[in-house]
Nanobody
Framework: QVQLVESGGGLVQTGGSLRLSCAAS????????MGWFRQAPGKEREFVAA?????????YAASSVKGRFTISRDNAKNTVYLQMNNLKPEDRAVYYC??????????????????WGQGTQVTVAS
């Protein structure tokens, strides 16, 4: 079992920045690839970014966040981060981190991830 707790969400102006954190406890954090997803009201959960176990490989949602968001992890601190810059109103959503036992791939489907946090709200004012 892995327990995940997100933090760092809040209200920010258009063009602003936030850094989300996801702290893990339980089984060895470095055994899991990690992903960030988001869910806006009335929409399905969508992939944002993922990072491999070691942090050497990352993947981002095409066009919507690439170049603005950066995923990283610190295995010594059992934490994965999502740095979000140049935020736009359409980035408003609840952001979730997920953990999956992937050895090589970084899936973009939320159904592939085994553990989830409770989410953190991000609101971008126009």
């Amino acid at each position: 079992q892995v327990q995940l707790v997100e933090s760092g969400g809040g209200l920010v102006q258009t063009g602003g920045s936030l850094r989300l954190s996801c702290a893990a406890s339980g089984r060895t954090f470095s055994s899991y690839a990690m992903g960030w997803f988001r869910q806006a009201p009335g929409k399905e959960r969508e992939f944002v970014a993922a990072i491999s176990r070691s942090g050497s490989t990352t993947k981002y949602a095409a066009s919507s966040v690439k170049g603005r968001f950066t995923i990283s992890r610190d295995n010594a601190k059992n934490t994965v981060y999502l740095q979000m810059n140049n935020l736009k109103p359409e980035d408003r959503a609840v952001y979730y981190c997920g953990a999956g036992d992937f050895s090589t791939s970084l899936p973009t489907g939320s159904e592939r991830y085994d553990y989830w946090g409770q989410g953190t709200q991000v609101t971008v004012a126009s």
